[in-house]
């Protein structure tokens, strides 16, 4: 059944490729987004690729002086539901200004839930992290995994989902999915959307993409002394478009919940890469030379992580389809046909 969506910080890398599966799903969208790190053309090109009715609000959901606005919009929107994903997500960032962080991220947060309560619409997906299994868990990682952040963006996340399950349980009317990410890498295949940092990327992915392209001279490996098989540091990589998939199976899911519901939901491939492994697979995808030269650990890293992503298909109907190549080859397909992000020309 068609439904009325909110996404907020829906122009951003992940938001983007979300609003496009929900309208392709024959949703009608609000993007609620202030572009502090994303592009008014994100909107355009997701216009682009999913025609269909997208409303955008350009407002700051942590700005107390916007938040009656917003309230209003999302009633008069008739929203069922929403989908949270914006905030601040840079890890350096955010322990050098930890205030900034926990009043964005929470503050946000805040004035969804009043809005959602207020429009009666209270089905919620948060954009969670695997971040929040900090260090403390042996692979494959579950959902009853230990949890415990590192950092403050780490700590937001783990906040909010524990924010969540407290409104869930003082009001029995709402649904909610924390969907915990692994690394999201790739884009669109079209070309048209996909990760575009504001400043020097802190994500590997696309740091070897500008690499790739020739923004960036080389790219630095951070330690290669992890007991991993090559020596660097292993993640979980999950192309954009299936985990913006994940998003709209969650919503479906929680469509035929009984009220009170709230799950902790990994959304990974299950599978394991090194930096080595994955600076070949976009070589290979680029047919560009990608230099780097190995440093010292990044403080705060971890050796490896990988999601166990068995609840997801489960509940979900859901699993990761798409390969480390085809992450490369479409992430390569951005990064190429837009080599200053949406502000190519
Ligand atoms: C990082 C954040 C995590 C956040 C996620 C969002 C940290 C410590 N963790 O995850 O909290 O949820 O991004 O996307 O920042 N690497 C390099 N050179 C680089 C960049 C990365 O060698 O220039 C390595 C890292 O050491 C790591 C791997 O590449 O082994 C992946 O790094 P990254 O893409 O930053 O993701 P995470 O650290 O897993």
Not at 240 to 244: F, P, Y
Not at 289 to 297: K, L, Q, T
């Given at each position: 059944m ?15 490729h ?17 572009f502090?790190?994303s ?8 216009k682009?690729?999913a ?6 609000l350009?407002?700051?959901l942590?700005?107390?002086?916007h ?8 009633k ?7 989908v949270h994903?914006?905030g ?14 926990y ?7 805040l004035?969804?839930i009043?809005?959602?309560e ?18 403390y868990?042996d692979?494959p ?17 783990l906040?909010i ?13 709402w649904?909610?999915v924390?969907?915990r990410?692994?690394?999201p ?6 070309g048209?959307?996909?990760?575009d940092?504001?400043?020097?990327p ?11 392209i020739?923004r ?5 490996v951070?330690?290669?002394d992890?007991?991993?098989?090559d020596?660097?540091g292993v993640?979980?990589?999950?192309h ?5 998939r994940g ?14 519901v ?8 299950g599978v ?7 600076v070949?697979a ?6 560009r ?9 990044r ?7 990988y999601?166990?992503a ?7 109907n ?6 480390l190549?085809?992450?490369?080859a479409d ?9 200053n992000?949406y502000?190519?020309?």
């Open positions: 068609a439904k009325n969506l909110v996404v907020t910080g829906g122009a951003g890398y992940i938001g983007s979300v609003a496009v599966d929900l309208i392709n799903a024959g949703h009608d969208v609000l993007i609620i987004d202030n502090v790190n592009h008014p053309k994100a909107i355009e090109r997701i682009e690729i025609p269909g009715r997208i409303d955008l350009e407002r700051d942590a700005n107390a002086d938040a009656d606005e917003i309230v209003d919009a999302i008069t929107f008739g929203a069922d539901g929403a994903l914006a601040l997500k840079a890890v350096g960032e955010s322990v050098e200004k930890p205030a900034k962080y009043s964005t991220n929470i503050g946000s947060a004035t969804l009043r809005a959602l207020a429009a009666n619409a209270k089905s919620l997906v948060f954009s969670s992290s695997a971040t929040v299994y900090g260090d868990n692979n990682v579950t959902e009853d995994g230990e949890t415990g952040a590192t950092n403050p963006y780490g700590r937001t996340k906040f989902e524990e924010i969540l399950k407290d409104i869930a349980r003082a009001d029995n009317d649904k909610i924390n969907l990410y692994f690394n890498v790739g884009a669109h295949p079209s048209k959307i996909g990760e940092p504001n400043d020097i802190n994500n590997l992915f696309p740091y070897i993409a500008q690499v790739a020739g960036r001279e080389k790219l630095t951070f330690g290669n992890y007991a991993t098989r020596g660097t993640r979980d990589y999950i954009v478009c299936d985990l913006a998003h709209v199976k969650a919503l479906d899911w929680l469509s035929g919940q009984k009220n009170g709230v799950k902790d939901i990994n959304l990974g491939a394991g890469y090194s930096v080595l492994e994955a070949s976009f070589k290979r995808a680029s047919n030379d990608i230099p780097y030269e190995i440093a010292a650990r403080e705060g890293d971890i050796a490896e992580i999601a166990d068995g609840l997801a298909n489960e509940l979900l859901w699993k990761a389809e798409k390969s190549e085809e992450m490369c992430h390569w397909r951005w990064q190429s046909q837009n080599p992000g502000k190519t020309d």
